[in-house]
């Protein structure tokens, strides 16, 4: 696979991957607040026209973001998220937004999947209804925008 975006050229590995992103419980403001900070660095990758300057930037961002920012930060909502709505979003930083209800996946309970145990929303049909509507239909293919420049199955 390979991908034809102005910033994933930097990355030393390249092909298929799977995205796993962490759900937190924090105002959606805050989410948005850290959603920019991980934004300015796919800026410089796009932008960039040395990329060996442009991974060091954007390894010091990450990894204050990890460090320092993003720990305060949870440090400091914490003892807010008690009175927060029972709404979940994804992890800070995450550029995604789309809130979430904690009691459509939690508690966890488990569902078979080729031969396999596997965690997964307590409510899953109302979970997958909630994000993506009847998700039972198949999208319409001619309107799908893959990010892909070129797939090849060997």
């Known amino acids: 696979m390979l991908e034809?975006?102005?910033?994933?050229r930097i990355?030393?590995?390249q092909g298929i991957y799977i995205d796993i992103f962490p759900v937190e419980q924090h105002p959606i403001w805050l989410h948005k607040l850290t959603e920019n900070s991980v934004g300015h660095m796919y800026k410089i990758?796009?932008?960039s026209t040395d990329d060996d300057k442009a991974i060091?930037?954007?390894?010091?961002?990450f990894d204050f973001?990890?460090?320092?920012?993003f720990p305060c930060l949870r440090a400091l909502f914490l003892p807010l998220?008690?009175?927060?709505?029972?709404l979940i979003t994804s992890?800070?930083?995450i550029p995604f937004h789309n809130s979430r209800y904690a009691d459509e996946i939690f508690p966890l309970t488990t569902h078979e999947f080729e031969g396999r145990e596997f965690p997964v929303p307590h409510d899953a049909d109302a979970h997958l209804r909630h994000l993506f509507g009847d998700y039972m239909q198949?999208?319409?293919?001619?309107?799908l925008k893959p990010h892909v420049g070129k797939l090849e199955f060997f």
């Open 81 to 86: 998220t008690s009175h927060l709505s029972p």
């Open 4 to 8: 034809q975006n102005s910033y994933d």
């Open 56 to 61: 060091k930037k954007v390894r010091r961002i």
């Open 45 to 47: 990758w796009r932008t």
């Open 138 to 143: 198949l999208p319409d293919l001619s309107k």
């Open 11 to 13: 990355w030393k590995e």
């Open 65 to 69: 973001n990890n460090r320092v920012l």
């Open 91 to 93: 992890g800070m930083g």
